[in-house]
T-cell receptor, first 115, second 111 residues
Framework: GAGVSQSPSNKVTEKGKDVELRCDPISGHTALYWYRQRLGQGLEFLIYFQGNSAPDKSGLPSDRFSAERTGESVSTLTIQRTQQEDSAVYLC?????????????FGPGTRLTVL | GENVEQHPSTLSVQEGDSAVIKCTYSDSASNYFPWYKQELGKGPQLIIDIRSNVGEKKDQRIAVTLNKTAKHFSLHITETQPEDSAVYFCAANRPGNKLTFGGGTRVLVKP
């Protein structure tokens, strides 16, 4: 079947505006992760969803960042009052069960540019 | 928490030569070490992984070694080809079903 998809692929916004990024995981995958990748840098963990458990929000950099997931399906990452330092590629990944050694499958990312 | 260091940050090799990327980790409880390849404009893709119960794993031109005592693991690419040019990331798992990634290595294979 299809892999992880993300939309939009690119988003340009003005400082202070809110943005919403979407992730569609692989069907049947119970675990979903959001990462941030700044230009030329590694992946920075943001948030993790596993089934119906409370999400692990330990990587969210500020209270302007939030995410939701509908059951074991679509997830949205929302950034409120965007700042220029929020400019990055936001990657979503899913895995089949979220165990410590499950492969994470990544989407193509959303490139966010805050002017 | 877990810290993963990756070296070098850039690596230029001649086609046909070998490339080696090294990572160290800090959490002795980590037991899963994947390597991802990221091509321009795409998300990372798993190329090989190793679990702590083995010291080496090979898949065609790619091999990974793990030294649990020293807490380091390495990626070896032999007979490099231009299509191996990409950014490579190592990672180590940590409590809470999460991965900590290294900073990445940009590999350029010159024809």
């Amino acid at each position: 079947g299809a892999g992880v998809s993300q939309s939009p692929s690119n988003k340009v916004t003005e400082k202070g505006k809110d943005v919403e990024l979407r992730c569609d995981p692989i069907s049947g995958h119970t675990a979903l992760y959001w990462y941030r990748q700044r230009l030329g840098q590694g992946l920075e963990f943001l948030i993790y969803f596993q089934g119906n458990s409370a999400p692990d929000k330990s990587g969210l950099p500020s209270d302007r960042f939030s995410a939701e997931r509908t059951g074991e399906s679509v997830s949205t990452l929302t950034i409120q009052r965007t700042q220029q330092e929020d400019s990055a590629v936001y990657l979503c990944a899913s895995s089949s069960s979220g165990s410590r050694s499950d492969e994470q499958f990544f989407g193509p990312g959303t490139r966010l540019t805050v002017l | 928490g877990e810290n993963v260091e990756q070296h070098p940050s850039t690596l230029s090799v001649q086609e046909g030569d070998s490339a080696v990327i090294k990572c160290t980790y800090s959490d002795s409880a980590s037991n899963y070490f994947p390597w991802y390849k990221q091509e321009l404009g795409k998300g990372p893709q798993l190329i090989i992984d190793i679990r702590s119960n083995v010291g080496e794993k090979k898949d065609q031109r790619i091999a990974v070694t793990l030294n649990k005592t020293a807490k380091h693991f390495s990626l070896h690419i032999t007979e490099t080809q231009p299509e191996d040019s990409a950014v490579y990331f190592c990672a180590a798992n940590r409590p809470g079903n999460k991965l900590t990634f290294g900073g990445g290595t940009r590999v350029l294979v010159k024809p």
